[in-house]
């Protein structure tokens, strides 16, 4: 299973938001280089990247960051956060991003996720951000009215790559995943699945990887909190 240690940027810095509430932060002293760099050194190969300026902006505010980030190590990066149309994906993937992920735009228009997965074939992860099963857009602000599953099923067939699955109530609050309602969408879903939100023990990420069709696990706050030691969690990563 893949380990995703998770980077999340605001004006230049590594933050962590609790349940996505922008007045709700964490600051931390590491730059998103430098603790990209630390990740490299202890060894993971993938990397979970949220630009939360451009979640705001619908632009890739922080671009020269994540293509410093790219070019330093050699890590396989997935990049999310306000990514809205064919521009923003064509910059991300020719800087050498792995996967872009679209959440937002995807969910208000399937067409555009459509035509991204045959523009950039393999490149494209869909992220479904989900709220008492119902998804969320908008950086989290608005309710779509979508149920998860309804959605999924419509955007099953696109040649997405990858899912990641966030249960909003979980995310910072390191209380566990929602491992019951990912096993359900990972049951549904044509693509592997991601598991994010709310990772607090390593007992969460053994318990990852006993489910089917689940291909790795974000880790964030549980990272920068000293809940779980990087060493340890290195070795769960293949």
């Not at 969460?204 to 779980?228: F, P, Q, R, S």
Request: charge should be neutral; include cysteine; hydrophobic fraction near 35%.
């Amino acid at each position: 299973m893949k380990i995703f240690p998770a980077i999340d940027i605001k004006d230049k810095k590594c933050v962590r938001l609790v349940k996505g509430n922008f007045d709700n932060k964490t600051e931390y002293e590491m730059s998103p280089v430098e603790q990209a760099s630390k990740y490299k050194d202890h060894g993971f190969k993938n990397l979970h990247i949220v630009d939360l300026d451009g979640a705001l902006t619908g632009e890739t505010t922080n671009l020269d960051i994540i293509k410093d980030i790219v070019s330093k190590f050699d890590l396989k990066i997935e990049v999310g956060g306000g990514v809205r149309n064919f521009e923003s994906i064509k910059k991300y993937t020719a800087v050498g991003v792995d996967k872009v992920i679209l959440g937002s735009a995807a969910i208000k228009d399937k067409n555009f996720l459509k035509e991204a997965c045959v523009q950039f074939p393999n490149k494209i992860a869909l992220g479904l951000d989900a709220k008492n099963g119902y998804l969320s857009v908008s950086g989290w602000k608005e309710n779509s009215n979508q149920l998860t599953l309804n959605y999924l099923k419509e955007v099953n067939g696109y040649g997405v790559s990858r899912l990641i699955y966030t249960d909003i109530n979980r995310d910072g609050m390191k209380q566990g995943p929602n491992f019951e309602e990912t096993s359900k969408v990972a049951e549904k879903s044509n693509c592997p699945v991601i598991i994010s939100g709310g990772v607090s023990s390593m007992n969460d990420i053994k318990k990852a990887k006993t489910l089917k069709n689940i291909e790795g696990i974000i880790v964030g706050k549980a990272i920068y909190d000293g809940d779980i030691k990087l060493e340890e969690l290195v070795k769960e990563d293949a």
